[in-house]
């Protein structure tokens, strides 16, 4: 049974636009919540997080935004660029257990020109 | 240089060889963990290691084995591999130090491919 769920395989969005990323989330004890971007032949690398006391964190052209009470969070890359075109980890983990990261199957966002 | 390097990249084995795959971190982190993706299932954890005297089961630990050898070294072995091993295998350390909630960083990747 999954509990950090990407819907989404893949999505193309075309370059300025809005990139819109989704999770949903069951375990109602996740407090941490990861956002990791992969490029092909390397190892995930760490993107942007929030913790579950705030609903919205942003930097730079990355936003991700956490509502609770639906247990979805989302990732907001505006403008989007070329350079985003990669595969999207979302992860959560309870303060009980903070080192143990789950990690939902990726989302693979292509930026077209 | 990188902080987490994992060797081999890519390793062809047969059913039912032992095989070991090692990562190294000079990040100086004292937590690293060993994760398998496959596609569609995005990473799973199969060990992972707080300290250098400290070794723990994740989700899928069955066929797998570990050795801590020291803060910086953490390798992972397939005692007798089997063809549903085929994966791509992540290593990752992390600090839990100061209060702040931890991120993990990982290595490249070892693509291993069971036949």
């Known amino acids: 049974d999954q509990q950090v769920k990407q819907n989404s395989p893949s999505l193309s969005v075309q370059e300025g636009r809005i990139s819109i990323l989704n999770c949903d989330y069951t375990?109602?004890?996740?407090?941490?919540f990861l956002w990791y971007k992969k490029y092909p032949a390397e190892g995930p690398t760490f993107l942007i997080s929030?913790?579950?006391?705030?609903d919205k964190n942003e930097d730079g052209r990355f936003t991700v935004f956490l509502n609770k009470s639906a247990k979805h969070l989302s990732l907001h890359i505006v403008p989007s660029q070329p350079g985003d075109s990669a595969v999207y980890f979302c992860?959560?983990?309870?303060?009980?257990?903070?080192?143990?990261?789950?990690f939902g199957s990726g989302t693979r966002l292509s930026i077209r020109p | 240089d990188a902080d987490v390097t994992q060797t081999p990249r890519n390793r062809i084995t047969k059913t039912g060889k032992r095989i070991m795959l090692e990562c190294s971190q000079t990040?100086?982190?004292?937590?690293m963990y060993w994760y398998r993706q496959d596609p569609g299932l995005g990473l799973q954890l199969i060990y992972y290691?707080?300290?250098?005297?400290?070794?723990n089961k994740g989700e899928i630990s069955d066929g797998y084995s570990v050795s801590r050898q020291a803060q910086a070294k953490f390798s992972l072995s397939l005692e007798s591999a089997i063809p549903n091993q085929t994966a791509l295998y992540f290593c990752?350390?992390?600090?839990?130090?100061?209060?702040?909630?931890?991120?993990?960083?990982f290595g490249p990747g070892t693509r291993l491919l069971v036949l």
């Open positions: 990752a350390t992390s600090d839990p130090g100061q209060g702040k909630k931890e991120t993990q960083y």
């Open positions: 375990n109602s004890m996740f407090d941490y």
């Open positions: 929030i913790s579950s006391i705030k």
């Open positions: 992860a959560a983990s309870a303060y009980s257990s903070a080192s143990k990261i789950i």
């Open positions: 990040k100086g982190h004292d937590r």
């Open positions: 290691s707080f300290d250098v005297k400290d070794i």
